[in-house]
C-alpha cells in the first residue's frame, strides 16, 4: 500500500498549482489549499498580519502535502477506514470536506448499516465500514467512487456554474469526473454515450 504521503503527493498533482476562479466557492486556492483553510489554520505567510491571496501563492508544495495529512487525512481518522477505501476517501476530503464522509455515510446506510450522516468519522461510521467491507469485499471502494461521481454529477445538476468542472468545454468528461473515476474499476467508467446521456439536460 502507499503511504499517505505519497497519496497526498498525488493529491497535490491532480489539483495543480494557484488558481482564482470567481466560480469556485473555495475562493483562491494553490496545490488543493483553499484561502479559507489558510485562515483557519493562521497560515500567514508573509507576515503582514492577514491571510489573502498572496499567503496563497506562497504556499508551497510540501506544506500543502503536510496539510493535507494533518488535517484532512490524521484528523478525520481516515486511516481507521477499510484500506480500500483511504486513498479515495482522502482525495475526496481534500475536494470536499466533510461531505467526502458524508457521502461515506449514505452509501452505509444504503448497504443497510445505522450511521449517522454527520460527515464525522467517529466509532458507529468507521465500524460499520468495515462490516459492509467485509460483506462486500472487491466491491465497496467501487461503490464509493461511483456515489462520490454521482454527488458530482448533483452538484452540477444544481448549479450551472459548476458544469465546467464536470464537463469539458468539447463535451468530454471534466476534471470532476475524471477524478471520481480514477477510484474505480474501469468496467465501471462511464462510456462517452453514457456520460453525454447523463449530462444532455444540461444543453
Known sequence: ???????????????????????????????GVTIHTMRALGLDLDRDGDVDARDVQALTRDQAIDIFVRHYFDKPRIAELPETLQASVFDMYVNAGANAVRILQRLLCDMGETVA????????????????????????????GIARRNYYFRLADRRPASRKYART???GKGGWIRRAEEFI???YHLSDRQFQQRVASWG
Do not use: C, K, W
Open 1 to 31: 500500500m502507499q503511504s499517505v504521503r505519497q497519496i497526498a503527493t498525488e493529491i497535490v498533482g491532480r489539483e495543480g498549482g494557484y488558481v482564482n476562479d470567481p466560480d469556485d466557492p473555495g475562493g483562491a486556492t494553490n496545490f
Open 117 to 144: 450522516v454527520d460527515g464525522a468519522l467517529g466509532p458507529q461510521s468507521i465500524a460499520a465500514s468495515h462490516i459492509a467491507h467485509r460483506q462486500a469485499q472487491g466491491y465497496l471502494a467501487d461503490a464509493y
Open 185 to 187: 474499476t474501469p468496467r
Open 169 to 171: 468545454r468539447a463535451g
